[in-house]
């Protein structure tokens, strides 16, 4: 009964999100603000590990996470729009709508040519953006300040309550993925990272399942442009630049596809790395990520997942015998 | 046994790092002031801009913590307050630099941030200083929009903003009677080019009204490849060509442009070209108008604080220092004059962030550049006295730059209220020359 419920997702993630929120009390402002940064970096990298999973990785990603940070900021700024819980949902909505729009185009392609592809739509919006003077073109615009069920936070707990949203979408999300990625689409998606022939042959559309994986990986990655647009109070075309993308990449292999909250730990580690080697090597910073970069490749190939999912494994093995 | 292993490492370095952070949080001093100090340390920018900037800024710096600046600036530090600077690179983009500010506000507690260069920058901090509450000095950054489009508390630009540089530009054209029956432009396709070209167009519209305008190039902000523009220009046979490159891409469309004749067959104005010639040295062209976004460098006038600037700048480096380290010094200097205003004000004690604020409002201040005035955006954007001057061999074969016209700062700058590019479209009505 007792090792039923702890086995139960639900009563993990409550239990973690709850801690979370706790611990949000008491760890330092700027803390509270990185880990709602790394949360939307995180849900685009989960949205990269959703496609990763049927063998896919999207070098554009920064394309959603433009749409939704740019889709918060206007509605925000144009439409008086201020929520932040029905901006992450709106955003959410327009960027999946936006996905499923361009994922039958998509999905025809594999390897580098997805990722090439999905860059391409990336940077062409970037190109857009920088040029239309009326949102701010390569400056960007700030965001109004947001608030939640018509309530505006003082200046003091507004950080604390985006970081509570943030870690409620975070779990929230996390749950539905973890019971997308065990019902059968979501296992499809791993055959056909195996054989997609096979998969064919078996009767399952291949092609399905990417769409389904891109729209879901477009809705995530426009909630997480949403919720960095709102935490940050400033967007830019810089959103949707190739380097932004390359970074979502990064946290997804940091991450790997076996666990779901490692990839926002990936996303954690790699917002705090890099802002204290810019803190104390300002002139070398880039080195000192760099380094990261390539010691966490060479020594976790297969993510920081891989260490959770072991660690799970032996732990039930334990409790079996 | 190996995975539980792995685990714990990992599980240990996490928290070791985590407790090597806190850690560095340490307390604030009483005869200190933090400041963090963001400009260009990598990138296409650092290098003639970026790092020129900080050089000055650290070795004025030093000498203000030694009690070495010459007065009014003799004061040890900030007030007797001895200054730890917390440099931190602007490269990255507006949305990280957000980040970096409030990681010097809210994890270092700094007590106030000087910085950006960049436009984009500029307007994406602001917004985030008065939320966070916390005193930021813009040093550098050109765009007139800032203080026009919106007003803040606890935010300061020391350093007039762009429209001066390319209305005096357009001004001294006509004094010096050039040619301007049609000019061409190429200029970054961003905010700080865009405006540029605009500013000095309509200027040159405004005062010429038959000038025609032959050719609007916008490259790609560094793109650093400029044959084909460099041809378009030749082709278009402009008598005038203006530019607002700067940092690599300008060094690179020098280099380039030079052996192809280009300053020989038309003549070319750079907005804020003098930068670049620390770095070109005698590889600059000869004829060339500049200006240097105010009375800097080798336009700078003849005052003994710029004496005293030049020479310590020469002394310590070995090349002269051109607009960056002026413009930062300029900041240091009003944060300085501010503070110290603030401090007599409540008893010689250390003032809080509105004191300093208030202070700040208004502030005029002597800088090596000359008078600085915050007088534009109610009291919050400064503007100063600028200089126009054309490139030139001295007897011993080294690029020096000769004709220089002075321009008041109320000549080429618009009065408070008004936008600048309403002030130029109605032809600088209230222009003080």
Redesign the interface.
Known sequence: MLRNLLNNIIFQSVFLMTTLILMGIFIPNWLVFVVTKAIAYGLVGLGIITLMRGGLVSFGQGFVFGIGGYSAGLLGVHAGLTDAILLLFISFIVTGLVGLIIAPLLARYRDIFFAMLSLAFSMVLYGILIKIDAIGGSDGFVLPESTYFGIKPTTDYADYVLYVVSILVAGFVSILLRYYYNSTPGLIALAVRENELRVEYLGSSAFKVAVLNFTIAAGLGGMGGALNGIALGHIDPEFTYWTTSGEFVFISILAGYLSVPAVFLAALLLELVRSFSGRYFPDTWQLILGVFLILSIIFIPSGIGSFFKNFFDTFSKNKKS | MR??R??LI?LSS?LA?FLT??GT?NADGHGEFKLGVVTF??GPAAEPFGVPAWNGGKLFIKLLNEGKAPAPYNKKGFGGMKITA????ESG????Q???F??LV???KVDAVLGYVS??DC??IP??AD???ALTVLYDCG?P?VFEDASYKYVFRTAAHAAMDNIAIAKYLIEKGHDISSIAGINQ???WG?DSWKDFSVSIKKLSPNSEIKNELFPK?FSGQYGTEISALLNSKAKVVHSSLWGGDLQSFILQAKPRGFFKRTQVVFSAGDHVMPGLGNKYPEGVILGARGQYGMMAPDTALNAWWYKTYMDEYGVFPAQPPYRMVQGLMGLKMAIEKAMEKNGGKKPNKDQIADAFKGLEFEAPGGLVQMKLGNGHQAIQPHAIGKTAKDKNGNITVTDIVRYKASCVNPPNGIKAVDWINAGFPGADC
């Open positions: 995975i539980f792995q685990s990992l996490v790092s952070f806190l949080a340390l990598s917390i440099p931190i690179d983009g507006a949305t990280k957000v980040q970096e409030r990681n809210q994890r270092d436009s984009g307007m994406a917004s985030v939320e966070l509450k765009t929009r396709n961003y905010a865009k902000i």
